[in-house]
């Protein structure tokens, strides 16, 4: 489902270069929970953006869901993109939309008629269970519902593959446990691939069946969880 091959990514600036990503090799299979697990500056958000497109990298190759990021340009980055969604810690938003229009909005832009945008809306609602909520601004939300508008706006799409940015890092234990645990649920219904970058252990042992670590650029080790943080 995910290839990256020696993918390399170099920042230049005048002052310098900075190698946030220095030659890493994955492969992530269809329906997967990938964690990727690493300190600040490790190079995971650097990473994280290769994957959908946003960031071009310096050196190697990059595929997912069928699509060749490395050189999609144009209309095949954007259908690349609808496959490829992604969730934030900020949740990033639209503060003057409610909750229906914030994930009606992505189906808006790729030209879905109104109709099958209110039905499709109506499931998604459900799906990550916001019923009764959905007249509310995000600024009448608690974090965990945020989280989970950007969840529906991230699935409108029918995506592939859910790339997730420390996506419970600005929650409370407790609401991190329950947004995990509706990750844990669209990907056993939907089958979905699911690769998050977290600096807490907890999320990897919560729900990852393998993870990768990073340091400086590098994968230094990755397996199945179990293997990689044994418990003492
Ligand atoms: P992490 O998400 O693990 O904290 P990042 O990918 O954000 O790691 O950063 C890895 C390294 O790349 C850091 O040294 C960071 O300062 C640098 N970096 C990240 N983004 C940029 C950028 N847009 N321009 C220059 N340097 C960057
Ligand atoms: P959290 O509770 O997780 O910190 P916030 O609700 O504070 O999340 O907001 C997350 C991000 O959205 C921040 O970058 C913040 O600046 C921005 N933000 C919050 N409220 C608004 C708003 N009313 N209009 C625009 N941006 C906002």
């Given at each position: 489902m995910i290839t990256l091959q020696n993918v390399k990514k170099i920042y230049k600036s005048k002052t310098g270069s900075v190698t946030a990503v220095d030659g890493v090799n994955l492969d992530i299979k269809q329906g997967e929970i990938f964690g990727i697990i690493g300190y600040s500056g490790a190079g995971k958000s650097s990473l994280i953006r290769l994957l959908n497109g946003l960031e071009i990298p310096t050196e190697g190759s990059i595929s997912v869901a069928g699509h060749q990021i490395t050189s999609a340009k144009g209309n095949k980055l954007r259908k690349a993109r609808q496959e490829i969604s992604m969730i934030f810690q900020h949740f990033n938003?639209?503060?003057?939309?409610?909750v229906s229009e914030n994930i009606e909005f992505p189906l808006e832009i790729i030209g879905v008629p109104k109709k099958e945008r209110l039905r499709r809306v109506d499931e998604l609602v459900k799906l990550v269970g916001l019923e009764g909520r959905e007249k509310a601004y995000p600024s009448q939300l608690s974090g965990g519902q945020k989280q989970r508008v950007g969840i529906a706006r991230a699935l409108a799409s029918n995506p592939k593959v859910l790339l997730c940015d420390e996506a419970t890092s600005a929650l409370d234990p407790q609401t991190t446990d329950s947004i995990l645990d509706l990750l844990v649920d669209i990907n056993e219904r939907l089958g979905l691939t699911i690769v998050l970058i977290t600096h807490e252990m907890h999320v990897i042992r919560k729900i990852c069946h393998r993870v990768a670590v990073m340091e400086d650029g590098k994968i230094v080790e990755q397996g199945q969880v179990l293997e990689v943080f044994r418990k003492p």
């Open positions: 938003l639209l503060w003057s939309r409610t």
